[in-house]
């Protein structure tokens, strides 16, 4: 997932690409060796940043997936984005790029907390939902990730693993547009019913995470403070596009 980068006191270093690999077809993971990795919480983020031989040079934040270092980070190609292309395409094991980070504080699960979770998805917004579904021990949480066809889905494999072997984690996917052959339903958009089937009730008072395109967060946490959450317990992440 990429965002505009927010400026901020920390210091650029050379990060290692360890590994690459594909989750979908316009997709990728980054595997990254940060030399002074201090550790991060999941929901953070890093920059990146590229620089052209002439100078030139253009910088992109993107969420991290992985519980610990080594980093991981998951980006979606842009066809017409400045750094996503690149990240996406060109880089291999081996070559180095610039980071800083890790970045935010408030869109982030802190393992102390006791409460169940609700982690609500939409695109690449699963990114930083990842981080958390992996750094979770014996919290109880409930995955929504709402994508466009079976082949938009990040993780797939993984998140299918843990949704059968992991008692502690229900996953339920929505498709937009296409659905897997033998799906019960027909392709349908996020709405009021399916958040308030698979989401963690109000009365649970469970830490709620949206992340996703802009519509897409505020429709969804609208429909979770209609439904009885409390709005403070709502955290949010967006990035634009559609």
């Known amino acids: 997932m990429a ?12 990060a290692t690409v360890r590994e ?5 077809g316009t997709a990728r993971t980054l595997v990254l060796d940060i030399p002074e990795w201090s550790g991060h919480l999941p929901g953070q983020h890093i920059d990146v940043r590229l620089t052209a031989p002439d100078g030139y040079q253009a910088q992109r934040s993107y969420s991290i997936a992985s519980a610990v270092h080594p980093v991981e980070i998951s ?19 081996g070559d180095q790029i610039e980071v800083r980070g890790p970045i935010g504080g408030w869109f982030v699960w802190r393992a102390e907390s006791t409460a169940p979770v609700t982690l609500i998805a939409g695109g690449s917004g699963i990114v930083p939902l990842m981080a958390m579904i992996r750094a979770r021990g ?3 949480f409930r995955l929504i990730y709402a994508v466009r066809t079976p082949a938009d889905v990040l993780y797939a494999d993984e998140l299918r693993r843990r949704a059968v072997s992991d008692p502690g984690l229900d996953v339920h996917f929505v498709y937009s547009r296409e659905v897997p052959e033998g799906w019960p339903v027909a392709p349908r958009r996020i709405d009021v019913a399916v958040v308030n ?5 109000p009365d649970f008072e469970p830490d709620c995470f949206v992340c996703g395109p802009n519509t897409f ?3 969804v946490a609208d429909m979770l403070v209609a439904l009885g959450h409390d709005p403070k317990k709502v955290r949010t992440e967006r990035f634009g596009g559609a």
Do not use: F
Request: glycine content about 2%; charged content about 30%.
């Open 3 to 14: 965002r505009a980068a927010v400026p901020r006191r920390l210091t650029w270093q050379a």
């Open 20 to 24: 690459t690999r594909e989750e979908t």
């Open 75 to 93: 980006v979606q190609r842009l066809d017409d984005g400045e750094v996503s292309p690149y990240l996406t395409e060109v880089v291999e094991p």
């Open 138 to 140: 014996r919290q109880l």
């Open 197 to 201: 089937t698979h989401a963690w009730p």
């Open 217 to 219: 967060v505020e429709v």
